[in-house]
């Protein structure tokens, strides 16, 4: 079965492991995935799988798949909006590219309300990082008073908006749709509220960039994702995969979120 057949777009199961797994669990949980994945038969060709470890692990992470030819992808969970200087604490997209990291997580919601990142910051960092040659991952999402206030796309909408203004057409982005409200809850969006929030992001893209590039822009899901529910949200034509939080911390269970062609029709 073709899932890629979507305009084009691979699907894209993202891992977001968030502050866990130090550089050794790291290289043991990439291994497992490796391993479970090839003896599922994954084409990797059909469904992209990544991985988003803390810094400290990115090198281990690297290393590995250079060593062992490994078809997983990784990325960072955050990168600054500088290049170089007097920035302490921060890590830079040419740092990031130099380890050979294919993504960069932007904006997550956890950046926005510990850290205080807002749009124009967030603009900033996915400018540097498609500058490096990363692929930005570009959250967006409402509170549950964002929710009850404004209804569900119009707080991610205006979110997008905003960093859409700084980027250009053909830029090489992914947009991540996570309401706030169904991240560890358990509770997630039905799929087709996540489809019609998907859908008016992607109509964000084409006003404010082209048709071509919002057409080729993969737009996931993140909230609650696990294998259970996977298979309603790749049903929808506009969502191309997801940003998985804590069940990519379960070998077997992203393993198989992963897999969902086995038990979708797509």
């Not at 084409?206 to 696990?226: F, Q």
């Not at 949200?233 to 897999?259: C, H, N, T, Y």
Request: glycine share 8%.
């Amino acid at each position: 079965m073709a899932v890629a057949g979507r305009a084009g777009r691979t699907p894209l199961i993202a891992g977001n492991w968030k502050l866990n797994l130090d550089h050794l669990q790291a290289i043991a949980f990439v291994q497992k995935l490796a391993w479970s994945l090839k003896d599922a038969r994954h084409d990797f060709d059909t469904v992209e799988v990544a991985v988003f470890p803390p810094f400290t692990d990115l090198r281990s992470v690297q290393t590995l798949v250079s060593a062992d030819k490994l078809p997983i992808k990784y990325g960072a969970q955050d990168v600054s909006e500088h290049e170089s200087g007097a920035y302490t604490g921060e890590v830079s997209a040419q740092f990031l590219a130099a380890l050979n990291c294919s993504y960069v997580i932007i904006g997550h919601s956890e950046r926005r309300a510990l850290h205080g990142e807002t749009d124009e910051l967030i603009a900033r960092k996915a400018k540097a990082a498609i500058k490096a040659g990363l692929v930005p991952v570009i959250c967006v999402g409402e509170t549950a008073e964002d929710l009850e206030q404004h209804g569900p796309s119009a707080i991610p909408v205006a979110q997008l908006g905003t960093i859409a203004e700084a980027l250009k057409a053909g830029d090489d982005i992914v947009v991540a749709y996570e309401p706030v409200w169904a991240i560890g809850s358990g509770q997630a969006a039905t799929a087709e509220q996540a489809q019609t929030v998907a859908a008016q992001l992607r109509t964000v893209l084409e006003e404010k960039l082209d048709a071509d590039t919002a057409a080729a822009t993969r737009i996931l899901y993140g909230g609650s994702v696990k294998a259970a529910n996977i298979a309603g949200f790749m049903r929808q034509k506009d969502i191309d995969g997801a940003l998985v939080g804590g069940a990519s911390l379960d070998v077997a269970e992203f393993s198989s979120i992963a897999q969902f062609p086995k038990h979708v029709g797509v």
